[in-house]
């Protein structure tokens, strides 16, 4: 089965930068499409950003546009998201999630994903 792990998560002040990885068991096959998906205390889960690992084809949530940037390293089965100018709003728990059928025009709905990480936790500050 597909195993994700994800890192990189910490405490920041507004205006500040962190980069979570999402270390990947199997990258092709079950996982074609792999997401950054985030939930807040008592709050239900958004999705963040989309990478389509065959061709390298990204989506954002509107939200983060211009500020978040996701990539992967093949060669590493790593995915990556960059995370720039964050804002309070951001914090969160942040979660990897991997899926078959690379969705990219509703990505964002978490039941197209069958794997998931169990979480790194990114706090902004003001």
């Known amino acids: 089965q597909v195993q994700l792990v994800e890192s990189g998560g910490g405490s920041v002040q507004g205006g500040g930068s962190l980069r979570l990885s999402c270390a990947v068991s199997r990258y092709t096959g079950s996982s074609n499409c792999m997401a950054w998906f985030r939930q807040a205390p008592g709050k239900q889960r958004e999705g963040v950003a989309v990478i389509g690992t065959a061709t390298g084809v990204t989506a954002y949530a509107d939200s983060v546009k211009g500020r978040f940037t996701i990539s992967q390293d093949n060669a590493k089965n790593t995915v990556y998201l960059q995370m720039n100018s964050l804002k309070p709003e951001d914090t969160a728990t942040y979660f990897c999630?991997?899926?078959?059928?690379?969705?990219?025009?509703?990505?964002?709905?978490?039941?197209?994903?069958?794997?998931w990480g169990r979480g790194t936790q990114v706090t902004v500050s003001s």
């Open positions: 999630a991997a899926g078959s059928q690379c969705p990219l025009s509703s990505w964002y709905r978490p039941v197209f994903y069958r794997y």
